[in-house]
């Protein structure tokens, strides 16, 4: 009765060890309930942020051309869609690992007598049952494999589309701000033609002269400056569009992309979860856990069912016994026993890396809210300074306007048109400056965020 009794137990625990499954850790992090540096606004919050096309916040349909060329043509994208299509093969073929396997083969052997030799031809099935969490880790790794893969493509889109932005923002800000230097330059040409005839005529003085040939000078070397800037950005388009030769609709100077009134109605738990990083370390526990799971499976026996159907044949013939196939079938059983302990190290090895996983996806949360706290105050302190040039902007109009309406009445100079001028082209230009970082930290916001992602497929 003990006997049956033990046989018993050893059964029911071995059943129950089948089932054997490692839990997956709670990857909760506390974040904060709301954005520190959104809009003080915040209770005319708008609709969530659209990340799979967050551009189109520019209302620029050249922009938005040149977005959907290089999500067609761009290299490094292409390389990570291949690199994707190869991990899909490679989850499919690691999801047939636990599905019944045949194979036919056929071989030559000698008799134990070396009198003669057989020719066999058979088949061989086996089927590995994923008990003790065999098949769950493996599958869970998988999907890591898989995932990652996706969540490199994602990264790169998202890279690709914010540097196209930002080089697109870049180079339209370059050529405006070529406009105004070369505006500059000339009125101070103005000026110093208008200083020599003062000074021809006793009314100024040589330093007079010199202050504005010096100015003149300065403006000179500043508008050297532009060129250089839209040289790089047509030749980072160039790069991002995959074409060795520059973009001619782009050789002509453009508006500057101007930014719509958007507003943020997401918390940091809804978007943050959408930053490829994240999603990288939570993919990492993933697979970490299906490390975890197979290495305790292996402290376990496989468990399987096998069979085999072979018929072999006398190479010099047997006619007198033709021959038969002879089937056999059963369940295949491999029970580790004695391994100096090398099975449980790699428990213990697995155990501590996804310990590691773990802490690994929390620092990156932590670095994620970082990152994005800090574009949404430069975005916000960005948007603050190009509100005061507009406004500064619009002074120095108006002063324009004054000047040229004092001339007109003889109230006033050439000389104070032409100062007039120089300080409203010099308003327009910080405007230009004002208006280019509030872009370019606009698209750090939404790299900071990421894009859309689907959910994990192993839970």
């Not at 974040?31 to 606004?41: K, L, T, Y």
Request: charged share 20%.
């Amino acid at each position: 009765m003990s006997a049956r009794i033990a046989f018993a137990t050893a059964v029911c625990t071995l059943l129950s060890a089948c089932t054997l499954n490692t839990p997956l850790p709670d990857l909760h992090a506390d974040m904060p309930a709301q954005w520190r540096n959104a809009p003080p606004d915040a209770g005319n919050l708008g609709p969530a942020p659209d990340l799979d096309s967050w551009w189109h916040a520019f209302n620029d349909a050249q922009l938005d051309a040149l977005i959907e060329r290089a999500l067609k043509q761009n290299l490094t994208l292409r390389q990570a869609t291949l690199r994707l299509r190869g991990a899909r093969a490679l989850q499919h073929r690691s999801g047939t690992q636990f599905m019944p396997q045949l194979n036919f083969h056929t071989f030559s052997e000698p008799d134990p007598a070396a009198t003669t030799s057989y020719y066999e031809i058979g088949f061989d099935a086996q089927w590995e049952l994923g008990f003790f969490g065999r098949g769950l880790g493996n599958a869970r790794v998988a999907a890591a494999d898989l995932q990652t893969a996706e969540t490199s493509a994602t990264a790169a889109r998202v890279s690709l589309i914010a540097e196209v932005a930002r080089s697109y923002v870049d180079l339209r800000a370059a050529q405006a701000r070529r406009g105004f230097l070369d505006r500059i330059v000339k009125l101070r040409e103005q000026s110093l033609d208008l200083a020599k005839t003062r000074l021809r005529l006793r009314l100024a003085a040589q330093d007079d002269v010199d202050k504005c040939a010096g100015e003149l000078a300065q403006a000179r070397a500043d508008a050297a400056e532009p060129a250089a800037s839209i040289a790089q950005a047509q030749q980072a388009l160039d790069v991002l569009l995959a074409q060795s030769q520059p973009d001619s609709v782009l050789a002509g100077a453009g508006p500057q992309p101007t930014l719509a009134d958007v507003r943020f109605a997401q918390t940091p738990a809804d978007l943050l979860r959408t930053r490829p990083e994240i999603r990288q370390a939570e993919l990492d526990v993933l697979r970490a856990a299906g490390e975890l799971g197979i290495a305790r499976a292996d402290l376990w026996p496989k468990l399987g069912l096998g069979g085999t159907l072979i018929s072999a044949t006398r190479v010099n013939g047997d006619l007198d016994h033709p021959n038969k196939a002879i089937p056999s079938v059963g369940p295949l059983i491999d029970i580790p026993l004695f391994d100096w302990g090398a099975r449980r190290d790699m428990v213990n090895a697995r155990d501590t890396g996804l310990q590691v996983a773990v802490l690994g996806y929390r620092q990156a949360v932590l670095e994620g809210v970082a990152e994005a706290e800090s574009a949404l105050a430069q975005w916000q302190r960005d948007e603050t300074r190009a509100a005061a040039a507009r406004t500064q902007l619009a002074l120095a109009d108006n002063a324009q306007a004054r000047a040229q309406t004092l001339q007109r009445i003889g109230l006033a100079d050439k000389s104070d048109h032409a100062q007039a001028g120089i300080a409203q082209a010099q308003a327009r230009l910080q405007a230009s400056l004002a208006q280019r970082d509030a872009a370019v930290a606009f698209i750090a916001v939404y790299k900071s965020f990421g894009g859309a992602l689907p959910p994990l497929a192993m839970q």
